[in-house]
């Protein structure tokens, strides 16, 4: 069993920057696979960044490119979301999984969730 716990995000304006982190504990050998993924009220997750566990490529949502940074801390076991240029649509509840899935974009595909952490983004 593995744990995850987010932080940081908040509220921020249009055009600002927050840095999400997610803290792995319990079953964390390292070898899982990590990613975020977002959710708002009434639509299903949508997945945001991620990170392959062995050779480290990083994905991303297209809405996302060049505004948003995955990386990950093997030796703190934690994964980082930096985003900046933020914008009102990106204003949802933020997850950390952690996995071994097939497709990194594949929600069903992980076995570890954190408990999700709000980003607001104002106009």
């Known amino acids: 069993q593995a744990q995850l716990v987010e932080s940081g995000g908040g509220s921020v304006q249009s055009g600002g920057s927050l840095r999400l982190s997610c803290a792995a504990s319990?079953?964390?050998?390292?070898?899982?696979?990590m990613a975020w993924f977002r959710q708002t009220p009434g639509k299903e997750r949508e997945f945001v960044a991620g990170?392959?566990?062995?050779?480290?490529?990083?994905y991303y949502t297209d809405s996302v490119k060049g505004r948003f940074t995955i990386s990950r801390d093997n030796t703190r076991n934690t994964v980082y979301l930096q985003m900046n240029t933020l914008k009102p649509e990106d204003t949802a509840v933020y997850y950390c999984?952690?996995?071994?899935?097939?497709?990194?974009?594949?929600?069903?595909?992980?076995?570890?969730w954190g408990q999700g952490t709000q980003v607001t983004v104002s106009s």
């Open positions: 990170v392959r566990w062995n050779s480290g490529s990083t």
């Open positions: 999984a952690a996995g071994t899935p097939i497709t990194i974009d594949g929600v069903g595909q992980y076995d570890y």
């Open positions: 319990g079953r964390t050998s390292g070898q899982y696979s």
